[in-house]
Each structure stands twice: as structure tokens, then as C-alpha cells.
């Protein structure tokens, strides 16, 4: 059988702003894709031990507890954090990077909590230098320094972003995949964990997809002085977790 040759693209479908380059896309809906190894559904951060406690108990108060955590710790913390950190890959501002890792692991404010951000992490950079062999959009940006080990997922995946997304992509877009893949993660968790059917599942991922762009908005608006991830109910039952006698998700 003949070799089949893919024919070679001579035209790009890119505005200026990058808008509608289907690489950018491509490169979004991938790093949003579940089929990712970052081992995101492994864990629930804290939904496991809130339904032990019976503040999670159907489908209305998941959907009441997944948007909270989106608007109180994803849009104000993780979010604001990839929001900075993907122009600081783009211009290789290691003190920046080193800032942004270092907050993120201070803010973490139970050992699974911060167990979580720096596994994910860990397999974000395992994942990208196992696709170094391929052509990325920016192969110049195949190496972490020492000094960001161990990483954090929000620093980590915007690493992720910038190398597989061109420099041209909006940060907002870039926030969107970033935001969608934890949501996702998030109705996931609640539906095993509640339980919930998929029906329901799908409902409450179409509330959080709902509430998404005004989390953007504000990860996107917050000054870097202003970040903050104030969320004492979820460290409390966090910490709990880490002693649950029944756990379906990773402590």
C-alpha cells in the first residue's frame, strides 16, 4: 500500500489577533479535553467531604456549591494565576513565574489541597516533554527551570497554554479552556460522588458554563496584589477528607 502524504497548508485562516486561527482552537479544545493525563478527576477539592457532611446532598445544592467554588476560588485564585502567568511564559519573566508558584503554594490551605496543585502540575510537564518528538506552535518553550519545581497546576497549565497555543491567542480564550476543563472535572466529581445521573450532571455543567465568562472577567480584572483564594468552609473539609473513613477520590 502507497505511503499517504498529507498535503502541505500554504495559507494561514489567521486574523491579526489570532482569533480565528484553527490551531489556536485546536490547541484550546486539547488542553480542555478530559482525555488529558493531568489526573484532575482523580480528586473532588472538598465536594467528597461536604456530601459527608450534608451540605452537598442533590443536584441544587451541587449546582449551589460548584458555582460558589468557581466564583470564590477559581476566578479570584487559579484563574487570576494562569491569567498572569501565560504572558510571563510568552516572555520567559521567570521572576514572575517564581511569584505566581510560590503564592499558589502558600494558598493552598490543606496538604491534599496543596498535594493536588503540585501533582497536576507535575503531570502537566510530564505530559508536554512527552510530546517534544511532535511540532508544537512553540517549541522553544520545552523547558521548566529547577527553580519553579516543584509547579503548580495554574502556573503549569499556562506553560501548557503557551506552548501549544501562538502567541497571538486572547488570554481570555486561553482562560475559557482553562475554565471549562475544571468545570468539567467539577460535575464529574459531583456525580459520583452525590450521586448524581449524567442528565443531572449535564445540567449542572450547563450552569457553570453559564457563569464562566464572568469568571474570566474577574480573573482577568484582578490586580496581582488583590489575589485571593478565602475559602475557609473548603479548607476545613478539606482537611477532613484527608481522615474520611469512605473516600472514592484521591487524598
Given at each position: 500500500m502507497d505511503t499517504f502524504t498529507p498535503p502541505t497548508i500554504t495559507h494561514t485562516m489567521a486574523n491579526p489577533d489570532g482569533e480565528r486561527d484553527p490551531q489556536a482552537l485546536l490547541g484550546l479544545?486539547?488542553?480542555?479535553?478530559?482525555?488529558?493525563?493531568?489526573?484532575?478527576?482523580?480528586?473532588?477539592?472538598?465536594?467528597?467531604?461536604?456530601?459527608?457532611?450534608?451540605r452537598v446532598h442533590d443536584e441544587a445544592s451541587a449546582a449551589q456549591w460548584l458555582l460558589a467554588q468557581l466564583h470564590l476560588t477559581q476566578a479570584r485564585a487559579d484563574l487570576?494565576?494562569?491569567?498572569?502567568?501565560?504572558?510571563?511564559?510568552?516572555?520567559?519573566?521567570?521572576?514572575?513565574?517564581?511569584?505566581?508558584?510560590?503564592?499558589?503554594?502558600?494558598?493552598r490551605e490543606s496538604a491534599e489541597l496543596r498535594l493536588q496543585s503540585e501533582q497536576m502540575g507535575h503531570a502537566v510537564l510530564h505530559w508536554l516533554q512527552g510530546l517534544r518528538p511532535h511540532t508544537l506552535p512553540n517549541p522553544g518553550l520545552d523547558e521548566v527551570p529547577a527553580a519553579l519545581q516543584p509547579p503548580t497546576y495554574p502556573v503549569a497549565y499556562a506553560w501548557a497554554l503557551a506552548t501549544l497555543t501562538p502567541n497571538t491567542l486572547p488570554t481570555a480564550h486561553a482562560l475559557l479552556a482553562a475554565g471549562f476543563a475544571w468545570c468539567e472535572a467539577a460535575c464529574q466529581a459531583a456525580v459520583k460522588a452525590v450521586p448524581l445521573g449524567q442528565n443531572a450532571g449535564q445540567r449542572l455543567l450547563a450552569q457553570l458554563r453559564a457563569a464562566l465568562p464572568a469568571?474570566?472577567?474577574?480573573?482577568?480584572?484582578?490586580?496581582?496584589?488583590?489575589?485571593?483564594?478565602f475559602a475557609p468552609m473548603l479548607a476545613i473539609l478539606s482537611a477532613r477528607h484527608e481522615t474520611q473513613y469512605s473516600r472514592l477520590f484521591r487524598s
Amino acid at each position: 500500500m502507497d505511503t499517504f502524504t498529507p498535503p502541505t497548508i500554504t495559507h494561514t485562516m489567521a486574523n491579526p489577533d489570532g482569533e480565528r486561527d484553527p490551531q489556536a482552537l485546536l490547541g484550546l479544545l486539547w488542553l480542555a479535553s478530559p482525555a488529558v493525563p493531568l489526573g484532575g478527576f482523580s480528586y473532588s477539592e472538598g465536594l467528597e467531604s461536604a456530601v459527608e457532611a450534608g451540605r452537598v446532598h442533590d443536584e441544587a445544592s451541587a449546582a449551589q456549591w460548584l458555582l460558589a467554588q468557581l466564583h470564590l476560588t477559581q476566578a479570584r485564585a487559579d484563574l487570576s494565576v494562569v491569567a498572569q502567568a501565560l504572558p510571563a511564559w510568552r516572555a520567559r519573566d521567570w521572576t514572575t513565574l517564581l511569584t505566581l508558584n510560590a503564592w499558589t503554594r502558600r494558598t493552598r490551605e490543606s496538604a491534599e489541597l496543596r498535594l493536588q496543585s503540585e501533582q497536576m502540575g507535575h503531570a502537566v510537564l510530564h505530559w508536554l516533554q512527552g510530546l517534544r518528538p511532535h511540532t508544537l506552535p512553540n517549541p522553544g518553550l520545552d523547558e521548566v527551570p529547577a527553580a519553579l519545581q516543584p509547579p503548580t497546576y495554574p502556573v503549569a497549565y499556562a506553560w501548557a497554554l503557551a506552548t501549544l497555543t501562538p502567541n497571538t491567542l486572547p488570554t481570555a480564550h486561553a482562560l475559557l479552556a482553562a475554565g471549562f476543563a475544571w468545570c468539567e472535572a467539577a460535575c464529574q466529581a459531583a456525580v459520583k460522588a452525590v450521586p448524581l445521573g449524567q442528565n443531572a450532571g449535564q445540567r449542572l455543567l450547563a450552569q457553570l458554563r453559564a457563569a464562566l465568562p464572568a469568571a474570566v472577567h474577574v480573573a482577568l480584572s484582578q490586580p496581582p496584589g488583590q489575589r485571593q483564594c478565602f475559602a475557609p468552609m473548603l479548607a476545613i473539609l478539606s482537611a477532613r477528607h484527608e481522615t474520611q473513613y469512605s473516600r472514592l477520590f484521591r487524598s
